[in-house]
């Protein structure tokens, strides 16, 4: 009912509809109104209300509600109605809150979304910081009948399509994708992904994907340890907001967009749009691996998405995993 | 105390030991020593007591008890202590037990052994049966630093671990291994694993090996589907019962060397082992994939155990996951 009441709201914007009309309208008796307009109002829609006149809306908060990130999605799978986006102000991570979704058998292209995360985590469980309403904490549930060693491709897709959501929205910044999934601006980090998964040793039961992305932090957002290797969309955008439903919008239809071309077209596509926005090939990097720590030149990516290094003497090696520094 | 008596009892068999004694040597009253002579009698442990003499252990009974099992076990890091075994008269599924006891942090190695699973699992969903007493049904915890993509090559393992397991207890059987993990004697299945994953994109955080083997069963044991497509031990070793605890002492035993070996030697020694017991390479096949049905022959493993088919035309496809058919 809250949402219809939204809408009716919306449909006659930037004009007045009074509180009789949309009872009728809606069935219901004007009390009922009355109380969806004051929850809204708690949801942070700006709604007036004149005697007279009757109601009126004149904002909407840049919040993650279905409602609004759903608006302009043409999604096949992925958020592709409302009841499969799980929102939530606040939750202590996005991908653990998925993960028992998941196990309880949610259905593929189920997404959850937060304001603010308290336990973010980052890859090699790291933590990942997530202040209300400054950035975008989400996840996405896949289920491909794929091997677990395919996984690496949905997290170099990821990239791809978070970069370029993030274009669609903010054009004119250069981000670059350091191998496999970091989002740098100018060095520094703008979006971490993390991917989980649970399988049986050669098929996927499924993978959550999860995407956090500094979008209008401030630079007294960032914890002191972060501030000279995290940036934010905001901060590189000449310091101006973007909207956070906009953005993730744009990203979901990307990722949809990606994820039902690979089943069409298979991983190479895959390949040729992250290197649109590669910034590790064809470079000297180190790359520490959990047993070894060497440096060459990262000269390709094999068809799984494995980084190929090209060390002094000649030698090449694939690495499946590994944490890159550009040199 | 109770594995204490026991031990005294070993220690002194086939002669007897006095309660008196006992007690004495334990630090503990008479009474408690009745006690736990009761339980272990209660476990299975066959103890005469004659009122002059004291007690005698006349047999141990072939159930999978952590203290049997360790005896001759000379492991460094599966099963090396008694506390990573967890034993189970009767449990749902040893891999779930051990998915528990994984997510809550147990340590590499840790074994979950059952005499009975009331809901055994199987691969892709399917189900295992374990009757009481009959098979062996292990599952072993590993922590590996590696990507999700290196999980075939346990599986792989696994399978000529607990072929030459067995063959170390029951010398003359012929057991095959049809790729990937599947062990047959005269074309029917003698023992099935199941790996389970839980990772990052590019980080295991752990696997858990499900191995199911028919040990002791009759004919009269297995479910009537199965009659014809599977097969004990017992069955094809001239109806002669095998020890469960030898032969589950002895698979611990080369899991453990080979898992140690993986580490110093690479990953070509697991696949020069498992060619050993194959059936698969160098025949014609049909592997059915979640998407496709495709025939040829089966010409070749991938240095991360895909197998390798050559079609009738010449092309070569690797497959990561699948059912195969032998023509």
């Given amino acids: 009912m809250r949402q219809k009441v939204l809408q009716l709201l919306k449909d006659k ?49 840049d919040l993650l509600y ?26 202590d991570s996005t991908n653990t809150a998925l993960k028992n979704l998941a196990d309880q058998g949610a259905p593929e292209g189920t997404i959850a979304i937060a304001e603010e995360q308290t336990g973010g985590r980052g890859r090699l469980g790291r933590s990942w910081s997530s202040p209300a309403g400054k950035g975008i904490s989400l996840s996405i549930l896949l ?7 395919d996984t690496p491709l949905f997290t170099l897709m990821t990239a791809a399509a978070v970069t370029q959501g993030i274009n669609n929205v903010a054009p004119g910044l250069s981000i670059g994708i350091k191998w496999p999934n970091d989002l740098l601006i100018s060095r520094r980090k703008v979006c971490g992904i993390l991917t989980e998964i649970k399988a049986e040793a050669d098929l996927l039961h499924y993978l959550i994907i999860g995407i956090g992305i500094n979008v209008n932090s401030k630079l007294e957002d960032f914890p002191p340890e972060l501030k000279k290797i995290a940036t934010s969309i905001y901060l590189e955008n000449n310091k101006t907001e973007v909207s956070r439903q906009k953005l993730t919008c744009s990203i979901l239809q990307k990722l949809d967009d990606f994820y039902r071309r690979y089943f069409l077209e298979g991983p190479g596509f895959i390949l040729a749009e992250w290197k649109k ?28 998405g494995a980084l190929i290094l090209e060390e002094k003497d000649g030698t090449r090696r694939e690495f499946h995993s590994g944490e890159v520094t550009l040199r």
Same sequence: chains 1, 2.
């Fill in 143 to 149: 289920r491909p009948s794929l091997a677990p060693g």
């Fill in 277 to 304: 926005y590669n910034i590790t090939l064809g470079r000297k990097i180190t790359i520490n691996t959990f047993r070894d720590r060497i440096t060459g030149t990262a000269v390709g990516l094999s068809p799984r």
């Fill in 13 to 61: 914007s930037p004009a007045h509809i009074s509180g009789e009309e949309m009872a009728r309208f809606l069935g219901v008796s004007r009390t009922s109104v009355w109380k969806n307009i004051q929850a809204l109002q708690l949801d942070g829609y700006y709604i007036e209300s004149s005697p007279r006149l009757g109601y009126r809306l004149t904002g909407v908060p």
């Fill in 66 to 91: 279905p409602a609004e990130i759903i608006k302009g999605l043409q999604s096949r799978i992925i958020a592709s109605a409302p009841e499969l986006i799980c929102y939530f102000r606040q939750v």
